[in-house]
């Protein structure tokens, strides 16, 4: 379980552990410490998405659908048009695919067109572009070409840019934002072989000089995209440990290193099942001098540059996703309408039919979810979004992998097909293999799929930490754990009983002003989606006091709360939206047709979800894993071509109680 530390910064000395973790291992505590101590105090319950795990349903923080600026729109659309023009005249994505290289031109048009600089204020060369425009632009080249839209995305949502707007110096802004601005392409250095999750397993380190004013780096970083090309990059590496409670800790810092310096090496360029064009490297420092002034934030702040980032940055793939989608979208369309089998367009028979819906259905909700935390962004440089990024990134990523999945499905041999091969028999060269190919990364980047559902069951249990962690930890004093007892208790008896009943009647029972009003479809989905908030929230509640300190090694059960608020989430950003658009759009009974399926299937999802909580087969099939990894099953491996190592490998028996399903 996490550990409790205060969050500001100017409090000084760090609060003891609210969790007892005595019975960790040396590693487990290690890195739980590091990841703690990174963690900005959470705010993240206070907005909307978070809200949802503690039962509050905050209507105010999503209705009305924020809406942009008319000024904001205007200066996107002037870039989007010629990034639009750009694409079509001058980019052909098969051809990068095939190469496996964009070319220099286009790359040099890009940067003549201010692409690697849009969200970069305009004082230091860059288009100074709202985040709502910066996703606008994200969602077109995910339409179009995959590679591009990793290219330009890992330059400013993960690379330079976006840690020094949120955390550089004035002088480091100075230096460095107009040339990345320009297009000197940036990168960002975190994984190793032994590292993805677990930075305290992270082996590259900075040592300083002995005047203090330079570090020597060394070691070596797996897959940094954009490094093959890279002018500066974003490292991050241990620096010699400071002292906590008596007990050194591992410090992480975050540095910016020019990748002309003297030993820096670009090893070897990594190569994917797509992405062919992703210039992603093996990294190698040696001996490399970085100036202290190079530091981001502060020594030991590493890994709160990396993690904050992480949590603005994820916001472009959704974006990309909802491009992709209706691409998707476009194709699936087109081709159910042309394609005639037993007597009629495809598009008319139910099995395909029904394919079609979801597709439109959870593209609009894709693109409500986006743009809505987007928004909060643009409203506040410091929103705390790391749940609604999050969230977006988990929901869409794998939304969308069904989309392609069964936009393939539904062109059947045509969509299996490479467009080269289409055109060559003189037929439409649609790229649903390389769109495939390409976007299946996206369950991986930037924290793959289970990663990001156990990063929000932390935010989810967060409140709850806070409150009765203290109670069950052996190492506080027991007037300390007496005092935590007695504010858990009354805090629950008032929290519990609210989450039986709704506070928000008022809003469907008058009609007032300054409450938000909701066609009669939509309403009955948001009023569902308040009642949910509470069931989850006293469902979570039941799953800490029947679980205890094991709740955190449940990761399936967790996944399932998590899944549930996600779908809460988009149920009720996709009913904002839709009514915003009911003042101006022209087909408002399609509109409302289409938001009210959406709702209908994920309000589908969310009672499977709930269903699995109560019965599931997660320990019966942790035993069978178990029994796989001891190579108890290793018979069904009779009949194959055997590889040259094990097949099955017997790993060390964990002791009770370190691992669970």
């Known amino acids: 379980m996490p550990i409790e530390t205060k969050g500001k910064a100017e409090e000084g000395a760090e609060q003891a552990p609210v969790i007892d973790t005595s019975k960790m291992s040396a590693e487990q505590r290690d890195a739980l410490e590091l990841t703690e101590a990174a963690r900005d105090a959470a705010q993240a319950e206070q907005g909307f998405a978070g809200g949802l795990f503690m039962g509050r349903f905050n209507l105010q923080g999503i209705f009305p659908y924020p809406q942009q600026a008319a000024e904001d729109r205007e200066k996107g659309d002037r870039f989007l048009q010629n990034l639009e023009t750009f694409l079509r005249e001058q980019v052909d994505p098969d051809e990068i695919d095939r190469t496996g290289e964009i070319p220099p031109e286009v790359i040099e048009g890009l940067a003549r067109m201010g692409a690697f600089g849009i969200k970069i204020p305009r004082e230091h060369g860059g288009l100074g572009l709202s985040q709502t425009n910066y996703c606008r632009a994200g969602m077109m080249l995910g339409s179009y070409c995959g590679n591009l839209t990793a290219l330009i995305s890992a330059h400013q949502s993960i690379g330079v840019p976006q840690p020094l707007i949120m955390f550089g110096s004035e002088e480091q802004k100075r230096r460095f934002l107009p040339r990345v601005a320009r297009g000197d392409i940036s990168a960002f250095a975190l994984t190793e072989p032994k590292v993805g999750s677990d930075p305290a397993k992270m082996e590259t380190h900075a040592e300083p000089t002995e005047d203090g004013a330079h570090f020597i780096l060394n070691g070596e970083k797996l897959w940094c995209t954009n490094g093959v090309k890279a002018g500066l990059i974003v490292v991050m590496a241990k620096t010699p440990p400071k002292m906590v409670r008596g007990k050194p800790r591992n410090q992480i810092t975050a540095f910016i290193v020019d990748m002309h310096d003297p030993g820096v090496q670009v090893v070897t360029r990594c190569r994917f099942m797509g992405l062919k064009a992703l210039y992603n490297a093996v990294i190698r420092f040696t001996n490399v001098k970085v100036p202290r002034e190079n530091i981001i934030l502060e020594e030991g702040k590493g890994l709160r540059v990396a993690l904050t980032t992480l949590n603005t940055g994820r916001l472009t793939l959704p974006a990309a996703c909802a491009g992709l989608s209706k691409r998707c979208l476009e194709i699936t369309t087109k081709w159910a309408n042309e394609r005639v089998q037993w007597g009629q367009p495809i598009g008319r028979h139910a099995a395909i039919a029904g394919k079609i819906a979801r597709m439109a259905a959870n593209t609009f909700a894709m693109e409500a979810m986006s743009f809505f935390a987007a928004s909060l962004v643009d409203r506040d440089k410091k929103a705390d979004v ?12 794998e939304r969308a992998w069904e989309i392609v999945d069964d936009t393939m499905q539904i062109r059947g041999g045509r969509g299996y097909e490479t467009a080269a091969s289409l055109k060559g028999r003189g037929e439409e060269p649609v790229a649903v293999e390389r769109m495939m190919r390409d976007s299946r990364i996206n369950l991986i980047f930037e924290g793959s799929s289970e990663i990001m559902r156990l990063f929000i069951a932390r935010e989810a249990l967060d409140p709850h930490l806070k409150i009765g962690a203290p109670v069950l930890n052996t190492q506080l004093l027991p ?8 504010g858990a208790a009354v805090f629950y ?9 709704s506070r928000h009647w008022m809003f469907w029972k008058r009609k007032n002003e300054s409450e938000p009003q909701c066609d009669p479809v939509l309403r009955g989905h948001v009023r569902y989606a308040e009642r949910m908030a509470r069931k989850l929230a006293r469902t979570l509640f039941h799953a800490m006091v029947l679980n205890g300190p094991k709740l955190e090694r449940r990761q399936l059960l967790l996944g399932r709360f998590v899944d549930i608020g996600t779908e809460l989430f988009a149920i009720t950003a996709t009913c904002s939206r839709a009514q915003a ?30 269903a699995a909580i109560r019965h599931n087969d997660d320990s019966r099939g942790y035993s069978v894993a178990r029994g796989a990894l001891e190579g108890k099953y290793a018979w069904l491996a009779a009949g194959i071509v055997k590889s040259k190592g094990r097949l099955f490998t017997v790993e060390k028996p964990v002791g009770e109680g370190k691992t669970a399903p």
Do not use: I, N
């Not at 008896?493 to 009943?501: K, S």
């Open 479 to 486: 007037s300390a754990r007496t005092k935590a007892a007695f």
């Open 386 to 397: 790391r749940l609604e990024a999050a969230m977006c990134k988990l929901w869409a990523t």
């Open 581 to 610: 658009m009911l003042e101006t759009h022209a087909d408002k009974e399609g509109l409302l047709r289409l938001a009210d399926y959406f709702c209908r299937e994920a309000r589908l999802r969310v009672r499977g979800f709930f």
């Open 493 to 501: 008896a008032g929290w519990y009983p609210r989450q039986w009943v």
